[in-house]
């Protein structure tokens, strides 16, 4: 089975400051997507970036980025000049198969200071 | 675009209660599937649906049970409430190898 493991349940910086979370995972595939979700204090659930593992180039949406490392099975989400609504829990997710259910971590709470 | 609706956002149950927590979805997508989050432990699979007519289990089914008869709806009963169930429950819809799209979750509570 397909363990997903975030080692940092609270992490917080200073505004303006970059911040990196981590992601492990444990799978047998070979090809498949990662992906981080936001949830902010609102409750919904945001995308905020996915992986093809298949692809060598990291995936980079604006100030977020991964640091994929698919031998060590690492999926790290760095965060550049932290704004005050990047203040959220961030959820690293594996899908199974063709993505009809996801493992989630346990989430990493974070929290920018002004 | 709606994308997932799920009703409603809050309900107190109290113990041996039943009720169903509603979710639709307008995106046409083939999968959809019920999670609940718990403090510390992520959001954890309950049951899930690859299309109209098919379900299965997840990770955490005892208490619950789904139907999927359109692509649209998948509803999830709570057939005694327990306070065990006491959590935030989340509908997801996705389509093969895309991001999954979730409701806004419910807020349940059972005293």
């Known amino acids: 089975a397909q363990t997903v493991t975030q080692s940092q349940p609270e992490m917080s910086v200073q505004e303006a400051e970059t911040v990196t979370l981590s992601c492990t995972y444990d799978?047998?595939?070979?090809?498949?997507?990662l992906f981080w979700y936001k949830q902010p204090p609102s409750r919904q659930m945001i995308l905020v970036i996915r992986q093809e593992a298949y692809k060598q180039q990291n995936a980079t949406e604006n100030r977020f980025s991964v640091n994929f490392q698919k031998a060590a099975k690492s999926f790290s989400l760095k965060i550049s000049d932290s704004q005050l609504g990047d203040t959220a829990m961030y959820f690293c997710a594996f899908p199974f198969f063709g993505n009809e259910k996801l493992t989630f971590g346990t989430g990493t709470r974070l929290t920018i200071i002004p | 675009n709606a994308g997932v609706t799920q009703t409603p956002k809050f309900q107190v149950l109290k113990t041996g209660q039943s009720m169903t927590l509603q979710c639709a979805q307008d995106?046409?997508?083939?999968?959809m599937s019920w999670y609940r989050q718990d403090p510390g432990m992520g959001l954890r699979l309950i049951h899930y649906s690859v299309g109209a007519g098919i379900t299965d289990q997840g990770e955490v089914p005892n208490g619950y049970n789904v139907s999927r008869s359109t692509t649209e709806d998948f509803p999830l009963r709570l057939l005694s409430a327990a306070p065990s169930q006491t959590s935030v429950y989340f509908c997801a819809s996705s389509r093969q190898n895309t991001e999954a799209f979730f409701g806004q979750g419910t807020r349940l509570t059972v005293v």
């Open positions: 995106m046409n997508h083939e999968y």
């Open positions: 799978t047998s595939e070979n090809n498949y997507y």
